[in-house]
């Protein structure tokens, strides 16, 4: 089959990173994939798979009819069996894409979205796949009238390449999160929460990842006079060494449809604080040891308690699933989908 898949960018990202893995394992799987974006520093991630570079991240009428006439086209000339979108603006692109090459198209939810008109294209696909349960109760709403027409499939990850191995404490203990910087990811209770505990003890806090609230948080450190050990690294493509390296991951998310840094680092055994939310207790259970999301006397008190000497914990690196089943699960969408168009 020759798939397009239509994705906002190809910055940095959870729903980036799983665009580059699975058009990797239907490749794989003997698949034509083909790539639409605005393009970003995880195109080169591409490899051999063909790049289309439009402004389908764009929340405009105009240029969204420009990219479904330009994709229309390179539907018929591609022979493109399939759309498949993942996010809103890029469903509404495959929606009418659809429409006028008249092929078949689907949508991933990968979040907790906003219920408003933007998922009302939704209701047009011929497919949606929501990364978790939890996303897939959120959206029922806007899916499919016929909900046999809606599966989930959740995140899948290559194996690991490096796995953390435990070490002699350190006299600092060094914190690791991994994400974009922004009001959802809930960075701030962290911060806030490790300002709190200042210089009672020895601490280091890694960011990876950029966004709109690093301004705000780095402001946020400077207030409570730590910003000297919290550490903004930007955007990085060796997340699995820092993985190795770090001594808790923390995902303080006020939501997540189903993280994939959180899932990175519980696959490479990597000790993890995380926030008490739906789709995180959907694949690890639901653990005394996560933090109520969004209260950052919560987190001050588990920091505290792992500054002090508790062990933090480690959670079960089997449930994670695998690039190759994720793959196998949409590859079947695709499949009863063109059986049936």
Known sequence: MKILQLVPEL???????????LVGELAKRGHEPLVASAGGRMVECLGDVPHIALPVDKKNLFTGLSCVSALSRLVRRERIDILHAHSRVPAFIAWFTARL??????????????????????????AVISVSDAVLRHIQDYAPADMSRCVVIRNGLPPARILWQRRERREALRFLFVGRLTRIKGLQFVVEALGKIGNAHAWELDILGSGPWHERLSALAEEFGIADRVHFHGYRADVAEWLAECDCFVCPSLSEGMGLALMQAVQAGVPCLASDIEGVR?????????VPPGDAGAWEKRLRALLAGQAPPVFDRAAIPTTADMARGVERVYENIIGVA
Do not use: K
Not at 108 to 113: N, P, S
């Open 282 to 290: 959907e694949f690890l259970g639901a653990a005394p040891s996560l």
């Open 101 to 126: 090459a008249r092929v078949p198209w689907i949508m991933t939810a990968h979040a907790l979205y906003s219920l408003n008109a933007g998922l009302l294209s939704l209701r047009h696909a011929d």
């Open 11 to 21: 910055d940095e990202g959870g729903v980036e990173q799983h665009v580059v893995w």
